[in-house]
């Protein structure tokens, strides 16, 4: 920041680290201009007018662009399910509101990440997923023509899933390392029966076997929500 004028917000990369989007990134260091043009060696530099002083905040005492900005900026380099995990773990943690983040698109139409960000913006469920496989979830729902669910709903002191709940169906998506345990595996009946006697059928769909019969887990899934009033 120093090297490149007063003005130098560390962005893109730089500022995803320090809002821990990302555990590490190759240099070179990332910062962003919105006056001056100072140039430093060894340091990545953007010319950016369109940052505003709402862009523009500090993290760990530096100054940075803003998590909306820098998942913005971010965008264009990262795969889809990097960029679904940075955006719904930024709002687990509290650093990102959908009202900011839909600020900082309708302000960058021609930027190249505003398009990878509509998405988020546009999807209206509560609550954001908590893993990589709600994410795959989530996609398998739209592939195969499933009611849209509700993730990670809060029910009786605990945390389901998925739930659809016009049908009163919970879907747990177990995978091996959080479930193998013997306390996990007493918990996990314990939530059954305790959904069981509020007249909730859980379907618990395994790691593996989603990857492996995608179709004939989401027939059977169709099945039983049919059985419990789904018209579809």
């Known amino acids: ?82 960029l679904t995990r940075l955006i719904n773990d930024a709002r687990h943690d509290g650093n990102l509101r959908h009202a900011v983040l839909l600020d900082v698109v309708e302000r960058n139409p021609r930027h190249p990440g505003t398009k990878l960000l509509w998405p988020f913006v546009d999807d209206d469920a509560p609550n954001p997923t908590d893993s990589p496989f709600e994410d795959d979830f989530k996609a398998f729902v739209t592939r195969y023509g499933l009611p849209k669910p509700e993730f990670n709903f809060p029910f009786n002191g605990r945390k389901l899933d998925v739930l659809f709940p016009e049908y009163g169906v919970i879907v747990e998506l177990d995978g091996w390392r959080s479930h193998r345990q013997r306390e996990a595996f007493e918990d996990d009946r314990e939530r059954d029966a305790d959904h069981l006697d509020h007249a909730l059928v859980t379907i618990r769909i395994t790691k593996r076997r989603f990857d492996r019969q995608p179709a004939y887990e989401a027939t059977r899934l169709k099945r039983i929500l049919r059985s419990h009033g789904w018209q579809g």
């Open 1 to 82: 920041m120093l090297a490149g004028g007063p003005t130098a917000v560390a962005s893109h990369a730089s500022a995803a680290w320090l809002w821990g989007f990302i555990s590490r990134y190759e240099p070179p260091p990332v910062i962003s201009l919105p006056t001056g043009d100072r140039r430093p060696r060894h340091i990545l530099t953007h010319r950016c007018l369109s940052l505003t002083p709402g862009d523009i905040t500090r993290q760990r005492d530096i100054p940075a662009t803003s998590p909306a900005r820098t998942a913005l900026d971010l965008a264009p380099q990262l795969t889809r399910k990097q």
